[in-house]
């Protein structure tokens, strides 16, 4: 570890960095606890249960994960259920999919408000929505442009947080003003990010900057793909199934990373933008919103090292050396198999895959299509029979995000900030309803297990 980059070097800094090796050791043993403490005053790691279930932290309204059922005390496997307000994921995209229409801004009412929108309403929503999508001015010069970022995902965090300063009452947090807020988040987060990849593409990869605007009369997903593009094309095929993407990664339940991240600082009373910055950072860990791009990554070098990946025997063998860390990143994760709630099957990734595979022929991915169904179908008995355990493991909706994304040509540094924009709805709507009901500051104990020391004096301090 380098403590100082090339550009700062001096004659001294070989010393430099024995002193801060030094320290570093000293840093190493400061953070060690032992495993055995966590069981001994029964901690919940990660907030779980000893069998995966999570500890019942809240109350929600909003939407609720179902993957299992308790029976006697046995967390017995079920087919998983997303629900939004009460309504199954698969039934409303089934429905705004029959009637052929956009069905993001739809979920996003029904979060908001507790129940679907009449055509009026909705029609209404769709012109606030226009209303607040475009920047303050000169936000896109002042905050995106002048500091490019390597990371869309800390671009949108930070420029989440500049917009408390465009706004004229940010602390106030009366549901009227919270949900001003919210439905300005939703409409701009999507522009933000697709404004922040065009400077990061100028700064960073010596492309030409193409800075674009939204347009009042299309969707998110036309927008987001309209100021994206350098070229602000693309088709209602393309449209309608990144709206898809949208409304299926809009809510997940007030117990994922990010959303108890949200209500964690609503909680608090902070303002909106601090809240819903802290989600996106949370959204951003590898172990939460970033899996999907650890699958596509996995997915290259499945089919980089596979000679024929219409075998079966031979993508077995290959998933076996990842399961093995002799494979891939080393970790032993098959990415987009196996969820915290999901045991056969998550909605999500059932309804990407349905609706994704026509496109994914039509536009010559239907072999990585198969490769991706295979990988669903293999892993479950391989799993079972390297781990020893009778468990049910299904695909989750990473499996198969990735992949449409790569079919509607969006680069992967914009797979994991397409996660936010949608789930920027459902942040909201747990924010309102963290402050609304719960009035208490979430704060759960912590056991120290240090010993008590005596002070000593510097000079006498060896």
């Known amino acids: 570890m380098q403590l100082y980059s090339k550009n700062h070097q001096s004659d001294h800094d070989e010393d430099i960095e024995k002193e801060f090796q030094a320290m570093?050791?000293?840093?190493?043993?400061a953070y060690v606890i032992p495993k055995q403490a966590f069981d001994n005053y029964r901690v919940k790691r990660g907030l779980r249960e000893a069998d995966g279930s999570g500890v019942t932290a809240g109350v929600t309204r909003i939407g609720n994960v179902h993957g299992y059922v308790m029976?006697?005390?046995?967390?017995?496997?079920?087919?998983?259920?997303?629900?939004?307000?009460?309504y199954e994921i698969a039934t409303l995209v089934n429905n705004f999919v029959k009637e052929d229409r956009f069905g993001f801004e739809e979920c996003a009412f029904l979060l908001f408000f507790g129940h679907l929108p009449t055509e009026q309403e909705l029609n209404e929503f769709n012109e606030l929505l226009a209303a607040y999508r475009r920047l303050p001015p000169r936000f896109t010069e002042d905050i995106i442009m002048k500091a490019?970022?390597?990371?869309?995902?800390?671009?949108?965090?930070?420029?989440t947080l500049s917009?408390?300063?465009?706004?004229?009452?940010?602390?106030?947090?009366?549901?009227?003003?919270?949900?001003?807020?919210?439905?300005e988040l939703v409409a701009r987060l999507p522009v933000i990010a697709a404004q922040s990849y065009a400077v990061y593409q100028n700064a960073f990869n010596d492309k030409s900057l193409n800075i674009h605007n939204p347009k009042d009369n299309l969707t998110t997903a036309e927008n987001?793909?309209?100021?994206?593009?350098?070229?602000?094309?693309?088709?209602?095929?393309?449209?309608?199934?990144?709206?898809?993407?949208l409304a299926v990664h809009a809510e997940h339940g007030g117990g994922n990373c990010s959303t108890f991240t949200c209500r964690v600082l609503s909680s608090s009373g902070t303002d909106t933008y601090s809240a819903i910055s802290a989600a996106i950072g949370a959204l951003k860990g590898p172990r939460?919103?970033?899996?999907?791009?650890?699958?596509?990554?996995?997915?290259?070098?499945?089919?980089?090292?596979?000679?024929?990946?219409?075998?079966?025997?031979?993508?077995?063998?290959?998933?076996?050396?990842?399961l093995n860390g002799e494979a891939y990143d080393g970790s032993g994760l098959i990415y987009g198999m196996g969820h915290a709630i999901y045991t056969k099957s998550d909605p999500r990734a059932e309804?990407?895959?349905?609706?994704?595979?026509?496109?994914?022929f039509e536009k010559g991915y239907g072999d990585d299509f198969e490769l991706l169904e295979k990988i669903e179908r293999i892993t479950p008995e391989l799993f079972r029979a390297y781990k020893?355990?009778?468990?049910?493991?299904?695909?989750?909706?990473?499996?198969?995000?990735?992949l449409v994304y790569r079919m509607l040509d969006i680069p992967v540094e914009m797979y994991t900030p397409l996660f936010a924009i949608a789930r920027v709805a459902g942040w909201c709507a747990h924010r309102m309803e963290e402050y609304c009901t719960s009035n208490k500051i979430i704060r759960p104990a912590y056991k120290c297990i240090a010993k008590p020391r005596d002070y000593q004096s510097l000079s006498d301090r060896y």
């Open 24 to 29: 570093l050791d000293d840093a190493r043993s």
């Open 71 to 86: 029976s006697e005390g046995d967390k017995c496997p079920d087919t998983g259920r997303l629900e939004y307000r009460g």
């Open 148 to 159: 490019p970022s390597r990371s869309i995902m800390n671009k949108m965090a930070s420029a």
């Open 163 to 183: 917009l408390y300063s465009y706004d004229d009452n940010p602390d106030d947090t009366s549901l009227e003003n919270m949900l001003h807020q919210s439905m």
């Open 224 to 245: 987001f793909l309209r100021v994206l593009r350098p070229d602000k094309s693309y088709t209602k095929e393309e449209a309608r199934l990144l709206d898809l993407c």
């Open 288 to 322: 939460h919103g970033g899996a999907n791009i650890k699958v596509q990554e996995m997915f290259d070098c499945i089919k980089e090292n596979v000679v024929n990946i219409k075998d079966d025997g031979e993508v077995a063998a290959f998933l076996l050396k990842i």
């Open 351 to 360: 309804m990407l895959k349905t609706y994704a595979k026509k496109l994914a």
């Open 388 to 402: 020893g355990v009778d468990k049910d493991m299904c695909a989750n909706v990473d499996l198969y995000s990735g």
